[in-house]
């Protein structure tokens, strides 16, 4: 059982229990990286739901927990010594990834997770980090769509004649998210931001006006969106500052 089930039943479903004390239970209990993301969230009955639902946001995600369960299951070192101990470990911890995979449900605990999972292995970063782009809105993408996004690769790299760029990353396993060590240029981030926000319909971007011109983020609603098409959106402004030792200090 995760922490989540176990916090679930003992202290969230408990009727009994105030808002107020769920979240100092919360508190208690959390460590590190969960504990720093809702710290700075004081102590009141209207703020346990908030601090729920960010942990919610932030960790429950299905297809990280799936590749996370693969990768540790997958991950065990052989066995030299045919111990009691050894071979305990490795039952065990097969054990409970099998349990935490089919407690997700049928779709986490079929053939098409683990392929996925061994042939992204097999492929480069960048493609890597599309397919991770592409498949973002999906909970548990399917072999079938895997080999369509392969297909597309090939095609545009080999139809189009794009030859390949060797790129060398310093962390090949950049598109998983890791604990954050350090948030670079925060002690100026607010300085470039200026009055003025455009906010659309939902699920469209959100334009912000800053000192280097208008950014915009966010979602884009395209219907009937191909699998074979491909977005570009380039901006560019100009100013009278000095934008080279303000984009290094960013």
């Not at 809702?38 to 908030?50: C, F, G, M, R, V």
Request: proline share 3%; glycine share 4%.
């Amino acid at each position: 059982m995760n922490f989540k089930d176990l916090f679930v039943s003992t202290v969230h479903s408990q009727v009994s229990i105030s808002n107020i004390e769920k979240l100092k239970y919360l508190k208690g209990l959390l460590i590190n990286e969960p504990a720093s993301l809702i710290k700075h969230i004081s102590l009141s009955n209207n703020s346990y739901e908030e601090a729920w639902q960010k942990l919610l946001d932030r960790y429950d995600n299905k297809k990280q927990i799936v590749q996370s369960l693969i990768n540790t299951f997958l991950d065990q070192k052989p066995i030299f010594e045919a111990n009691s101990f050894n071979l305990s470990k490795l039952l065990d911890t097969s054990d409970e990834c099998l349990r935490g995979l089919n407690a997700l449900g049928d779709q986490a605990s079929r053939r098409d997770c683990w392929l996925i999972y061994l042939l992204l292995q097999k492929i480069h970063p960048e493609s890597r980090c599309l397919w991770a782009i592409k498949s973002s809105e999906e909970e548990f993408p399917n072999m079938k769509a895997f080999l369509a996004f392969l297909n597309v690769r090939v095609f545009r790299r080999e139809g189009f004649g794009l030859f390949e760029i060797n790129y060398s990353y310093p962390d090949e396993d950049f598109i998983h998210p890791k604990e954050c060590d350090i948030i670079l240029g925060s002690d100026c981030f607010f300085e470039i931001l200026r009055s003025g926000k455009i906010v659309g319909s939902k699920n469209e971007p959100i334009a912000q006006r800053t000192m280097f011109g208008w950014v915009v983020a966010g979602k884009l609603n395209v219907k009937n969106k191909e699998t074979n098409e491909l977005y570009s959106h380039f901006l560019s402004t100009e100013n009278e500052l000095n934008t080279d030792s303000l984009l290094q200090r960013f």
